[in-house]
């Protein structure tokens, strides 16, 4: 469920020349949750 939630919003970003922005959050909530290796594993395969 998280992951696709962040995929539509990756593609929003995308489309609102906002992707830096979805970069950089992404980038925080993988550091915040770096000890949860199920999420993680989650947001790669989903390409995140």
């Known amino acids: 469920m998280v992951s ?3 995929t539509d919003l ?3 970003a995308e489309r609102g020349d ?3 922005t979805f970069t950089s959050r992404t980038t925080a ?6 000890r949860k290796p199920s999420l993680i594993e ?7």
């Open 42 to 48: 989650r947001l790669n395969r989903a390409g995140i």
């Open 29 to 34: 909530l993988r550091q915040t949750h770096a």
């Open 18 to 20: 906002r992707y830096d």
């Open 10 to 12: 990756r593609a929003l």
């Open 4 to 6: 696709s939630t962040l």
